[in-house]
């Protein structure tokens, strides 16, 4: 294990160390294509992760679903790396994840002078370090090195970033390692986003409930996090995350960033107002977005990529406040897109929601990979940066549920139900969601236990023709017992991966 702080300004010819917004943006002149809305876009030639790139060093054991490099190849690319750096330009950004005391942590980047664009989209996700001479936590990034390889060392805090210029790298970087240092704390690391929602409940009392949202890509996730319900008065949604919490044993959620990485295509003022209009100021971000000579923007247009995205401030989101923490997770939700006899929405027990977890279930949307459109599509806890076995965070989690059980989970289903031949379904729409959610915040749902699938399914939802989105309703019984067996194979197969079997179930209770 190497000491971090080896790792400073010595290695490199020259440091600009911490430069202003402003001037990070200066920087990056060369690469940007100003707006019409006076911000800056950017176009990379690496266009998404390079997750069949990235190495966790063999320092600690590694996840079915990881990629493992020893010590000893890890430090001979450390070493040349140092090599190289000798003779470098570099920017140096400190800044600090998380508001608090609990689970914060100190971040250094150090990145090549010529890719300011990165180190500036990084700068404006975090807030300003409290203690910038003592990282927690750095990352290397080279940019132009001639092998795209991503290499963490889990126990020294030490990421080193080659060959790619996506800005994603950078921020999952940190994040992938805060969440590591999270675990070893005895809390978790999540990538789910958190809200609160201020209702009156079925007792007409005024109450704050907190929520945590885990999602893959193209599920919804961002859009029902910043969602307002349509609560007027002094019912609201205050946003809190959108990418990654910390939750101790408690529940408790700590926050990480004040910037939001949101994907752009399609984005238009009428499905999506609030994420439009801070998509559109002058502080906003934009990376291989559409930009013509003019300025003018077009989110629609998806010749660079499907995978356009933006950088937002929390701040310029308007159903936000001046806490990224959540004092509570009280409804745990695991949004999934399916299309055929996945319920609008189910509720678990701590055993099915551990279920729910590992299979982190959805289906490939088109925007995805097109060729697998419509297809399974799965990932532990939502999670591509877990490092470690990841059987122990799903039992963590499950520990934390049995210990808490004013925490309650959800499998939120936000395609459809009833796809068979050229029916595409019957639409769950945004609507639909956001009035599911409102709803379990008020305690107001009927549920009834599902005896095939054990776990509790809706019969009546205020606001909601709940019988209309009842999957049993599109198929002949024999129809559907084909579907659920296959779901129910897929599943099996999924978990048994990471060896959660009943017997695993049972000695964690």
Same mark, same amino acid.
């Given at each position: 294990?190497?000491?971090?702080?080896?790792?400073?300004?010595?290695?490199?010819?020259?440091?600009?160390?911490?430069?202003?917004?402003?001037?990070?943006?200066?920087?990056?002149?060369?690469?940007?294509?100003?707006?019409?809305?006076?911000?800056?876009?950017?176009?990379?030639?690496?266009?998404?992760?390079?997750?069949?790139?990235?190495?966790?060093? %063999?320092?600690?054991?590694?996840?079915?679903?990881?990629?493992?490099?020893?010590?000893?190849?890890?430090? &001979? /690319?450390?070493?040349?790396?140092?090599?190289?750096?000798?003779?470098?330009?570099?920017?140096?950004?400190?800044?600090?994840?998380?508001?608090? %005391?609990?689970?914060?942590?100190?971040?250094?980047?150090?990145? *090549?002078?010529?890719?300011?664009?990165?180190?500036?989209?990084?700068?404006?996700?975090?807030?300003?370090?409290?203690?910038?001479?003592?990282?927690?936590?750095?990352?290397?990034?080279?940019?132009?090195?001639?092998?795209? /390889?991503?290499?963490?060392?889990?126990?020294?805090?030490?990421?080193?970033?080659?060959?790619?210029?996506?800005?994603?790298?950078?921020?999952?970087?940190? !994040?992938?390692?805060?969440?590591?240092?999270? &675990?070893?704390?005895?809390?978790?690391?999540?990538?789910?986003?958190?809200?609160?929602?201020?209702?009156?409940?079925?007792?007409?009392? !005024?109450?704050?409930?907190?929520?945590?949202?885990? @999602?893959? =890509?193209?599920?919804?996730?961002?859009?029902?996090?910043?969602h307002d319900h349509e609560l007027t008065g002094e019912e609201k949604s205050i946003v809190r995350q959108d990418d990654v919490i910390f939750m101790d044993t408690?529940?408790?959620?700590?926050?990480?960033?004040?910037?939001?990485?949101?994907?752009?295509?399609?984005?238009?003022?009428?499905?999506?107002?609030?994420?439009?209009?801070?998509?559109?100021?002058?502080?906003?971000?934009?990376?291989?977005?559409?930009?013509?000579?003019?300025?003018?923007?077009?989110?629609?247009?998806? *010749?660079?990529?499907?995978? @356009?995205?933006?950088?937002?401030?929390?701040?310029?989101?308007?159903?936000?406040?001046?806490?990224?923490?959540?004092?509570?997770?009280?409804?745990?939700?695991? /949004?999934?897109?399916?299309?055929?006899?996945?319920?609008?929405?189910?509720?678990?027990?701590?055993?099915?929601?551990?279920?729910?977890?590992?299979?982190?279930? =959805?289906?490939?949307? *088109?925007?995805?990979?097109?060729?697998?459109?419509?297809?399974?599509?799965?990932?532990?806890?939502?999670?591509?940066?877990?490092?470690?076995?990841?059987?122990?965070?799903?039992?963590?989690?499950?520990?934390?549920?049995?210990?808490?059980? %004013?925490?309650?989970?959800?499998?939120?289903?936000?395609?459809?139900? @009833?796809?068979?031949?050229?029916?595409?379904?019957? &639409?769950?729409?945004?609507?639909?969601?956001?009035?599911?959610?409102?709803?379990?915040?008020?305690?107001?749902?009927?549920?009834? &236990?599902?005896?095939?699938?054990?776990?509790?399914?809706?019969?009546?939802?205020?606001?909601? %023709?709940?019988?209309?989105?009842?999957?049993?309703?599109?198929?002949?019984?024999?129809?559907?017992?084909?579907?659920? *067996?296959?779901?129910?194979?897929?599943?099996?197969?999924? !978990?048994?991966?990471?060896?959660?079997?009943?017997?695993?179930?049972?000695? =964690?209770?």
């Amino acid at each position: 294990m190497h000491e971090l702080k080896k790792f400073n300004d010595q290695l490199f010819k020259n440091v600009i160390s911490n430069p202003t917004e402003q001037e990070l943006r200066n920087l990056a002149k060369p690469m940007e294509k100003t707006t019409e809305f006076n911000s800056a876009s950017y176009v990379t030639e690496v266009r998404n992760r390079s997750a069949k790139n990235t190495y966790i060093v %063999d320092e600690i054991e590694v996840g079915v679903d990881q990629k493992e490099i020893s010590q000893e190849d890890a430090d &001979k /690319i450390l070493q040349k790396v140092i090599e190289y750096v000798k003779d470098k330009d570099v920017i140096r950004v400190d800044r600090q994840m998380g508001m608090g %005391d609990k689970f914060s942590y100190n971040c250094r980047l150090y990145i *090549s002078k010529e890719y300011a664009r990165i180190a500036y989209m990084w700068n404006n996700t975090l807030q300003p370090s409290s203690n910038p001479e003592n990282p927690d936590l750095l990352s290397i990034y080279i940019p132009e090195w001639p092998e795209r /390889i991503m290499i963490a060392y889990p126990e020294t805090g030490l990421t080193l970033i080659l060959g790619s210029d996506y800005f994603g790298e950078a921020k999952k970087s940190f !994040l992938r390692m805060a969440m590591y240092k999270v &675990k070893e704390e005895g809390g978790l690391g999540f990538h789910a986003g958190s809200k609160l929602l201020r209702v009156y409940d079925k007792n007409h009392e !005024l109450k704050d409930v907190g929520f945590i949202m885990f @999602g893959l =890509s193209g599920t919804g996730k961002t859009t029902l996090t910043i969602h307002d319900h349509e609560l007027t008065g002094e019912e609201k949604s205050i946003v809190r995350q959108d990418d990654v919490i910390f939750m101790d044993t408690n529940g408790y959620c700590v926050g990480t960033e004040t910037g939001f990485f949101i994907k752009t295509e399609g984005l238009n003022p009428e499905q999506q107002g609030v994420l439009y209009k801070a998509a559109t100021t002058d502080r906003a971000i934009l990376e291989n977005v559409k930009v013509y000579d003019d300025g003018k923007v077009d989110f629609d247009d998806v *010749s660079l990529t499907s995978n @356009g995205r933006g950088i937002i401030l929390r701040s310029e989101v308007p159903n936000t406040d001046d806490t990224i923490d959540l004092e509570k997770a009280n409804k745990i939700i695991f /949004i999934t897109r399916r299309n055929d006899i996945v319920p609008p929405v189910v509720k678990l027990n701590p055993d099915q929601a551990l279920e729910a977890f590992m299979l982190g279930e =959805s289906i490939e949307t *088109s925007a995805g990979d097109p060729t697998k459109a419509g297809q399974s599509k799965r990932c532990v806890g939502t999670n591509p940066f877990i490092m470690g076995p990841e059987i122990e965070e799903g039992l963590r989690l499950k520990e934390i549920l049995q210990n808490n059980p %004013d925490m309650e989970c959800y499998i939120l289903n936000t395609g459809s139900v @009833g796809a068979k031949g050229d029916f595409k379904g019957e &639409k769950l729409s945004i609507k639909v969601s956001t009035t599911i959610m409102k709803e379990i915040a008020r305690d107001s749902i009927e549920w009834v &236990k599902d005896e095939e699938w054990e776990y509790e399914v809706p019969v009546q939802v205020n606001g909601i %023709d709940i019988e209309k989105y009842n999957p049993r309703n599109y198929y002949t019984e024999e129809e559907y017992k084909v579907l659920a *067996s296959k779901l129910k194979a897929e599943r099996k197969a999924w !978990l048994a991966k990471y060896e959660l079997t009943q017997s695993t179930r049972s000695e =964690s209770k």
